[in-house]
């Protein structure tokens, strides 16, 4: 049988030595590789320090309250918001029933509403807002100078 490898004239090599040949190259370097392999690893664990050189040791867990005390915290952030007696001045009105509306004028209906942001922050921005007004007019220092405009 004729093989489809060709080699000068003179040299026939039978598949079944080619197969051979590519074994044993196969596995030469496969013997190599996991040679080389074994000796990075040798030389890792001689050259570097153990990972837990620089550790300390863990002490024995204890029984803590943290979280007992996170817990209580939590708990009693809602306290007040329990022992709040405070009426509006249009607590109980018909007004405070009507949807639209009450959305706008909820702290007058229920002051807790007053602790959200989202009525709380206008409010406040309008309060020192008027203050700092108040205080740039009646003291004249507060006034940008005339010169630097």
Not at 80 to 100: D, I, M, R
Not at 114 to 133: C, D, R
Request: aromatic fraction near 10%; hydrophobic fraction near 50%.
């Amino acid at each position: 049988p004729k093989s489809f490898y060709s080699f000068p004239k003179g040299h026939h090599i039978s598949e079944r030595q080619l197969f051979k040949m590519a074994q044993r190259s196969r596995s030469s370097v496969l013997k190599s590789a996991l040679a080389i392999a074994a000796l990075c690893l040798a030389v890792q664990w001689v050259l570097v320090p153990s990972v837990n050189a620089f550790i300390q040791p863990r002490a024995p867990k204890s029984m803590d309250a943290a979280p007992a005390v996170g817990a209580l915290a939590a708990l009693t952030a809602s306290l007040p918001a329990e022992a709040y007696n405070f009426k509006g001045p249009l607590t109980g009105s018909e007004v405070c029933t009507q949807k639209p509306l009450f959305y706008i004028i909820a702290p007058a209906c229920d002051p807790i509403f007053l602790v959200s942001p989202i009525y709380l922050a206008p409010i406040l921005i309008v309060f020192w807002g008027t203050i700092i007004t108040v205080i740039q007019l009646l003291i004249p220092a507060t006034q940008p100078d005339e010169d630097l405009r």
